[in-house]
């Protein structure tokens, strides 16, 4: 192609990147955005209002109120950083769990290590809470017991507590 049709086309082009230069030099040239500001909301007791009392082991309690109970007890042993099983079954037995109700998983592997994780579990009738902690997390959920009685698969620590 020769003539207009070329002049057409490299003034074509001309403006094409002529405004994609203006284009590039509004961006460069405009503000940068403020960054989104974090609004922290902490819930304030009223100075008379009592604190919620902790909860308390019972035989009978609905699914949340045992995972309640559960959290309770287990968040305050992985606040220390343990990573054994035992001491988790300890303070289920002190806050009022009896002992044949707790099961934890041993705290060292079979070829001796620490274990990456540490699950334990307390029993309402045909239901679990189980723990586990490792990780730097903690979490607990509630499944049925196995149909042997048991919450936690394979092998746990003897029930030394």
């Known amino acids: 192609m020769t003539g207009k049709g070329t ?4 003034a074509a082009a001309a403006a094409s ?3 994609a230069a203006i284009l590039w030099a509004l961006v460069l ?5 403020e960054p989104p500001q974090v609004v922290l909301i902490v819930p304030t007791l009223e100075p008379d209002a009592p604190a919620a009392p902790p909860p308390v082991y019972a035989a ?11 959290d309770h007890v287990a968040t305050q042993v992985a606040a220390t950083g343990s990573m054994d099983g035992g001491a988790y079954a300890a303070a289920f037995v002190a806050a009022g769990v009896p002992g044949e ?5 041993e705290s060292v592997t079979t070829d001796g290590y620490a274990a990456e994780t540490v699950q334990f579990s307390v029993r309402w009738a045909d239901r679990c809470v189980i723990g586990d902690v ?3 997390t903690y979490t607990s959920q509630v499944e049925p017991a196995f149909h042997w009685g048991t919450c936690l698969a394979g092998n746990t620590r003897p029930r030394t507590w």
């Not at 002049?7 to 490299?10: F, G, K, S």
């Not at 040239?29 to 955005?33: L, Y």
């Not at 009978?60 to 559960?70: H, I, K, L, P, Q």
């Open 134 to 136: 490792g990780h730097g």
């Open 60 to 70: 009978e309690m609905t699914d949340s109120g045992a995972r309640r109970f559960f």
């Open 7 to 10: 002049v057409a086309i490299a």
């Open 29 to 33: 040239s405009a503000p940068a955005p």
């Open 17 to 19: 990147i002529g405004a």
């Open 101 to 105: 109700l707790v099961e934890a998983s």
